[in-house]
Each structure stands twice: as C-alpha cells, then as structure tokens.
C-alpha cells in the first residue's frame, strides 16, 4: 500500500468506510510515526501523546466517509489530529492564554520574520529546542507549534482556540523569548 498513490488510498478510506478492520490498521499503520511525532509535540510526554493518538484515530474513523479524495489523507488526518489534541488540551483546562503584553505586538504580523533563525536558534540542535518546547505552558506550547510546525497563521489560530489575534501573537512572541531564556539559562550562549 501506498499514501501517494491515489488508488491505494480510495481502497482503504472505502474499507475504512465499511469498518474494516484491515483497512483501518493499515491506515493507522502508515501514518502512526508522524502522527504521534505530531501529539509528542503538543503533550506532557509519551503516553499523553499517545492518548491524543488514540482519541485522533477514533474521530478520523469516524469521519473518514468525509474524506473528498481532493487532497492527502494525510493532511486531511493531520488536521484531525492536531484539532483533536488542542480539544483534549482544552478540556483538561490546562490552557490559560496570556492576552496582557508587555511587548509591542505592532511590528507583529502574520508573516512576520520574527521567526527561530531572528531569535538566532539555528545554531541549536532540533533536539535541544524539542526538548525545551515541550517545557512550555500548554498555552506558549500549542500556539508556537500552531504557528512554526503547522504553520497556520495568527487568525486560524485565534479561531482555532477561541482567543483573539492579538493573543496568538502576545503567545507567540513570550514562547519564543522564553525558549530563547531557557536555551541560554541550559546550554549557554545561543551562538555556540
């Protein structure tokens, strides 16, 4: 079986359709790497991202006789997953935005080039930023990987988590200089 290949991918979301079980542990299979790579990122740790995982799958199941064959099942399960994930996080409330700023959100936009090589973390290892990402709050957490992993702008997010614009931004912009606080307070200089 193969994802890119659009014929596979029709005979199991058929399968899936009719709950065949075959069908659905392929379609699991295939994707359960990068999507549990996806809930790792979101997540307290492993098991909390594997919940996530398991939540996910039972909605994509569910909803898979929606899946227009017009773009990857992967993205379409991607999407699931990550919407998923930001429901169990807002129903635990563990989510508590910060919409008071001290920063200047004006020179702020959604392309802005405020990004991880501005805050000279390229010299860091992805490990080393992973490693601290998953210190963030769950708010600081889910807006950065929103924003720099899914890449979806500062209004699909607000829209995303019921917060404003401005708070994506505020969110963005503190998880970022705390990132960038905790590389230097851990490793050292950010250059080295």
């Not at 919940?51 to 899946?67: A, M, N, Q, R, S």
Request: hydrophobic share 35%; glycine share 6%.
């Amino acid at each position: 079986m193969n994802l890119s290949n659009q014929e596979d991918v029709k005979l199991i979301v058929d399968g899936c359709i009719r709950g065949d079980r075959d069908s659905q542990q392929q379609l699991y299979k295939y994707t359960y790497g990068k999507m549990l790579g996806l809930c790792l990122r979101y997540a307290k740790d492993k098991d909390e991202a594997k919940d996530f995982l398991h939540d996910g799958f039972i909605k994509v199941f569910e909803k898979i006789k929606y899946f227009k064959h017009t773009g990857s099942i992967e993205g379409w399960i991607r999407r699931i997953i990550v919407n998923n994930t930001i429901d169990c996080i807002r129903k635990k409330n563990k989510m508590s935005f910060s919409n008071d700023s001290d920063l200047s959100l004006s020179n702020l936009t959604d392309d802005s080039e405020e990004s991880l090589e501005k805050l000279n973390l390229t010299n860091a290892s992805a490990e080393k930023i992973i490693e601290l990402i998953q210190e963030l709050s769950p708010a600081y957490k889910t807006v950065f990987n929103l924003y720099v992993v899914e890449e979806y702008s500062h209004k699909e997010i607000a829209e995303m988590l019921n917060i404003s614009i401005g708070t994506s931004k505020s969110n963005l912009a503190k998880a970022k200089g705390k990132l960038k606080n905790m590389y230097i307070e851990k490793y050292g200089n950010i250059n080295e």
